[in-house]
Nanobody, 117 residues
Framework: QVQLVESGGGLAQPGGSLKLSCAASGIDSMLYEMAWYRQVPGKQRELVAE???????DYSGSVKGRFAISRDSAKNSVYLQMNSLKPEDTAAYYCNANLRGTTLTIWGQGTQVTVSS
């Protein structure tokens, strides 16, 4: 069964940190471009960070310097380390796997991140 399962969300204080995990099954995630998106109610899902099959990374301007995406081939997983969290980082975070050059894209079920004092 092909699926992405996110974990690690929760409540954090402003200035705090959280690390999200995305475990892939049924695919070799190293062959996919992996990304984290986030969405708040009433708004479009937005790209937060992505990592290519070559390890190159890219970030949205709002999280650059605070978030870091990484991948672990042995665990077939992708991670999002989130530091210096702000209330505006509050959202549902989704893991995405995209097979470059195809229309194949896979989404996880999402994990909620809430940043509040």
């Amino acid at each position: 069964q092909v699926q992405l399962v996110e974990s690690g969300g929760g409540l954090a204080q402003p200035g705090g940190s959280l690390k999200l995990s995305c475990a892939a099954s049924g695919i070799d995630s190293m062959l996919y471009e992996m990304a984290w998106y986030r969405q708040v109610p009433g708004k479009q899902r937005e790209l937060v960070a992505e990592i290519g099959t070559d390890g190159d990374t890219d970030y949205s301007g709002s999280v650059k310097g605070r978030f870091a995406i990484s991948r672990d081939s042995a665990k077939n997983s992708v991670y999002l380390q989130m530091n210096s969290l702000k209330p505006e980082d509050t959202a549902a975070y989704y893991c995405n796997a995209n097979l470059r050059g195809t229309t194949l894209t896979i989404w996880g079920q999402g994990t909620q991140v809430t940043v509040s004092s």
